[in-house]
């Protein structure tokens, strides 16, 4: 079912989930499940990676993932882990009724909330001239407008961290020119990564290619059926082996976690910690991927 065709508003679908926040997580994610797949989510004997990622959202309590999808909070715990030297700069912190230092801010950088996801609540600023301080203050304003969610629209347990929302300004990182740059973005199990997804063109045609640990490309794409493939496979990264030695060391101790990095010169850069890409809602294809990356998902 697509439901964001019949409801296009994203506002009008997290109103209408926030409404039935009374329902149980172990109704919920179950009839979720149902509605994203068409499929009976097999809670005895799983073997889809979507499946298991439900029971992970369902079973797996780990307070580090509490820290860890809070934007702010996430950067404590990545200097704990050693790897500070990998945060990208923090230009600003700004709380519900503070105003941005727009004098302050060089001409390229990202404002982004918290505890947003799925590339909401982000804007990409590559010319400081095309914004006015006023139109940046009120786009931050509307975002701590918005109502933050007792339950995620997914019931990702994880992302029920209870931080208050704050917006934070960064540098935007950037291979000296004015595109997008890939993520690299690793499936690891157990501490273990397996594969690295890689978006390229975000704000074009993106496109999502994976490729195994030596660099091989592989033939499925997933969580999203609309991405298509790039042209043609992308060169090795001249960070690879550093950017598996950090998704080794920062996904130890998590029965599954993506560890998102960015490679610019010589330099890897942290991303983000994602414990349920696409809530595991959505599609590998072909689909015979989704029981094959199962296979690689620990019981729970």
């Known amino acids: ?34 509605i994203h797949t068409g499929r ?64 302050a801010l060089p001409e390229r950088f990202v404002a982004k909330t918290t505890d947003g996801g799925g590339g909401n609540e982000v804007f990409v600023c590559r010319d400081k001239n095309s914004i006015t301080e006023e139109e940046l203050n009120r786009r931050i304003e509307d975002w701590f407008k918005a109502p933050k969610a007792k339950k995620s629209a997914g019931r990702e347990w994880a992302y029920e961290n209870g931080f208050p929302r704050r917006v934070i300004i960064e540098e935007l990182i950037s291979d000296g020119e004015n595109k997008d740059l890939p993520d690299y973005k690793f499936y690891c199990f157990d501490g273990k990564p397996v594969y690295c997804q890689m978006i390229g063109n975000r704000s074009t045609k993106e496109t999502i290619d994976f490729y195994d640990m030596d660099w091989n490309h592989q033939p499925f794409r997933g969580l999203n059926k609309a991405c298509e493939n790039a042209d043609k496979p992308a060169p090795r990264p001249k960070n690879l082996e550093k950017m598996i030695e950090i998704a080794t060391k920062l996904s130890k101790g998590f029965p599954f976690v993506r560890v998102d990095l960015y490679s610019v010169g010589d330099r890897v850069y942290f991303g983000e910690l994602t414990f349920y890409p696409a809530s595991g809602l959505g599609h590998f294809t072909p689909d015979e991927w989704d029981e094959r990356l199962g296979n690689l998902f620990p019981d729970l």
């Open 1 to 34: 079912m697509n439901y964001k065709k019949l409801l296009a508003s994203r506002r009008v679908r997290m109103w209408i989930l926030a409404l039935l926040n009374w329902i149980p997580d172990s109704v919920m994610i179950p009839l979720q499940y149902r």
């Open 40 to 103: 009976k989510l097999d809670k005895k004997n799983p073997s889809r990676f979507t499946e298991k990622m439900q029971l992970y959202k369902l079973r797996y309590r780990n307070p580090q993932m509490l820290r860890a999808t809070d934007k702010l909070e996430v950067r404590s715990l990545i200097k704990e882990k050693g790897f500070g030297d990998l945060l990208i700069p923090v230009l600003q912190v700004l709380n519900a009724g503070e105003r941005v230092d727009f004098k």
